[in-house]
Each structure stands twice: as structure tokens, then as C-alpha cells.
């Protein structure tokens, strides 16, 4: 035990002179110190403001690809929606333009059917008429033949009156004549 | 002129002569027999045929048969342009003649030739219904076949054999 701490005092002796091998002179360290801060200042005044110029208009670069990103991600999700929502609406749609479609067509027939009624209705209206106007001819004309025999046959009758006749018609004309006010 | 003015100028001529009996009676069987015969009638009517050889044709059918101023009246109403107008004419003359005369003119069609004793019975049967003299224009239609028609101016009589059956027929058209 003892040898070992009169080695450990040895090797303690033995360093402290190493050190101050170490170290550089005070003149060096002077010398350094100052080349350090010339150089430190030329890195301070030019070259930080220049990278960190640089390193701005790269993070203002890289911000702006991620704003633009994040908006163009935006607007594929809103298209997304929307062709979502298109897609989903296209069936409502269909069956819409269908009910539309199948309205129509049901309007159209119910038209062309009451066309077709009026159309008929006219047709049976005129074709009574016509028929009610060519009874009422042939009723007229019933009439009138059988006026004109009549007429024909009573002239005949009263053709053949003798003059005593004529002149007894006569005679009761004027007393009528005279008895009329 | 119209027919009625020259009428009158006619009657008033005839009335100013000394045989204005003659002449009226004679003027008036000239027009109504002229007025009833178609072909005569039409010789009148027709313009193609001048007036000097109408009155020609007149003179020479009448002769000395009239009045000279019974032809002279004539050939006047002829050269004049009414000869289409002669039983308008008589119908005005006789009216003119029968006022002139304080009576009324009746225009009496019938299918016979009336006889006095009938044209009498007619006469006053009238003068009982209007109150004065009446006159007679009798017309012998046998197309009436039979019966009597009579008008007072305006107003008409109407016992028609043919007018009955015409109203038997407008019955049985359903008019």
C-alpha cells in the first residue's frame, strides 16, 4: 500500500511538469487570440449575415413550397369532396332527370290523348251536325214536294170550278168584305 | 220627269180637253192592252227600236179608231221614253182621274170578267167601309184561279183562291 502511494506522488510530480508542457507560451496564446478575433470578427460581420441571409430566403423558400403544398393539398381535398359529392349526387341526379324524363313523356301523352279526344269529339260533332243539317234538307224538302203536290192538285180542283162557283166565292168575299172592320 | 209627274200632266191635259171622257177611257184601254200583251209590251221596252217607229206602228194600228188627241197623248208618253212604263202610268191616271172626281181609286183582280151588278156590290161595300166614292181598276188574272182581290191604297183585301193556297203551302213546308 505504501508503494503505491509514493508511485501515485511520483506520477503526480511527473504530470504537473507535463502540463506546462501542454500549454502554449503566453506570447502564441496572445498571437491566437487575436488572429481568432480577426477572424471571428470577418465571420461576424460578413459571413453570418450572408448565410444567414441565405438560410432565410431558404426558409422563406421552404415555407412558401409548404404553404403551396399545404394549399394545393387543400384544393385536391376540396376537389376530392366536391368529385365525391358529385358522386354521390350522380345517382340522386340520374333518377331525377329520369322522374323529369318519365314526367314529360307522361305530359306529352296526356296531351296527345286529349288531342286526340277533342280531335274525335269534333269529328262526331260535325259528322251530327252534318247529319242533323241533311235530315233537316231532306225534311224541307219532304215538305216542300208535298206543298208543291198539294198545291198542284188543289189548283187543278180549283181550275175546274164553274162560273156559278166563281161568282158564289165572290159574292161571300165582298159580304165578308163589308162585314170585316 | 217621273212617272208620276208626267201622270199628272197627262190627266191634267185630258181634263182641259172637250172629249176628256173619250180620251181617258181610251187612253187607258190603250195602256192596259198594251200592258197586256207580252209581245207589245216588249216592242216598247226594246231600245233597239226607235221612238218614230213605235208611234208609227201606233198610229197605224189605232187609225181614226181614237181620239186624235188620244194618239197625239200616245205617241207622247211613247217619244217621251215611258213606254215601259204604260200600266204604272194607267195605275197613276185612273187614281189622278177618280180624286179629280172626288172618289178612290180600288184596283180589283179577279179570275173573271165581274159583271155590274158585282162591281156594284163592290162599290158599296167600299163606300160603306171608307166613307166616300170608289172607282174600280178591275184586272182579269185567271192565274188567281178564282175569288177577289181588292186594294184601296194601302190597304188590300185579299180573297185569292191562289193567295189561300199559297198560305196552305207555306203551312205545310212549316214555314
Do not use: C
Not at chain 1, 305530359?107 to 279526344?117: D, F, P, R, Y
Not at chain 2, 172618289?103 to 156590290?121: F, H, N, Y
Not at chain 2, 184586272?139 to 185569292?160: A, M, N, P
Amino acid at each position: 500500500m505504501n508503494i503505491n502511494l509514493v508511485t501515485f506522488l511520483a506520477e503526480a510530480e511527473e504530470s504537473s511538469s507535463g502540463l506546462e508542457l501542454l500549454l502554449p507560451a503566453t506570447s502564441e496564446l496572445v498571437a491566437g487570440i487575436f488572429a481568432f478575433a480577426i477572424v471571428f470578427f470577418f465571420v461576424w460581420k460578413w459571413a453570418l449575415p450572408a448565410l444567414d441571409e441565405t438560410l432565410s430566403a431558404r426558409s422563406e423558400a421552404i415555407e412558401g413550397q409548404i404553404s403551396k403544398a399545404k394549399n394545393e393539398k387543400y384544393e385536391a381535398q376540396k376537389t376530392r369532396e366536391d368529385y365525391q359529392k358529385l358522386v354521390a349526387n350522380a345517382d340522386e341526379e340520374v333518377r331525377k332527370i329520369i322522374d323529369e324524363g318519365k314526367a314529360t313523356a307522361e305530359k306529352l301523352k296526356e296531351g296527345i290523348l286529349n288531342e286526340a279526344k277533342e280531335e274525335a269529339e269534333t269529328i262526331i260533332e260535325k259528322a251530327r251536325a252534318d247529319s242533323e243539317a241533311e235530315r233537316d234538307r231532306i225534311s224541307s224538302e219532304i215538305k216542300s214536294e208535298v206543298a208543291n203536290l198539294s198545291l198542284e192538285i188543289s189548283e187543278k180542283v180549283a181550275s175546274s170550278m164553274s162560273k156559278g162557283d166563281q161568282e158564289k166565292l165572290i159574292n161571300e168575299f165582298i159580304k165578308e168584305m163589308g162585314s170585316d172592320k | 220627269m217621273s212617272t208620276k209627274s208626267f201622270s199628272k200632266g197627262l190627266v191634267e191635259i185630258i181634263s182641259s180637253s172637250e172629249n176628256s171622257e173619250r180620251v181617258e177611257s181610251e187612253i187607258l184601254q190603250v195602256f192596259n192592252a198594251i200592258a197586256d200583251h207580252k209581245e207589245a209590251l216588249d216592242v216598247f221596252r226594246n231600245f233597239g227600236v226607235p221612238a218614230e217607229k213605235k208611234i208609227e206602228a201606233m198610229s197605224n194600228l189605232l187609225g181614226k179608231r181614237v181620239d186624235s188627241l188620244t194618239l197625239d197623248l200616245i205617241s207622247l208618253t211613247i217619244s217621251q221614253g215611258y213606254g215601259d212604263n204604260l200600266l204604272e202610268i194607267s195605275s197613276f191616271v185612273s187614281e189622278y182621274f177618280a180624286e179629280n172626281r172626288g172618289a178612290s181609286l180600288a184596283k180589283v183582280v179577279s179570275a173573271i170578267e165581274l159583271d155590274d151588278k158585282t162591281q156594284s156590290s163592290i162599290k158599296r161595300v167600299l163606300k160603306k167601309k171608307f166613307g166616300r166614292k170608289v172607282e174600280l181598276q178591275v184586272e182579269v188574272d185567271e192565274s188567281v184561279i178564282g175569288g177577289l182581290s181588292v186594294s184601296v191604297g194601302e190597304r188590300t183585301f185579299d180573297g185569292l183562291v191562289s193567295s189561300r193556297l199559297q198560305e196552305v203551302k207555306s203551312v205545310l213546308e212549316g214555314r
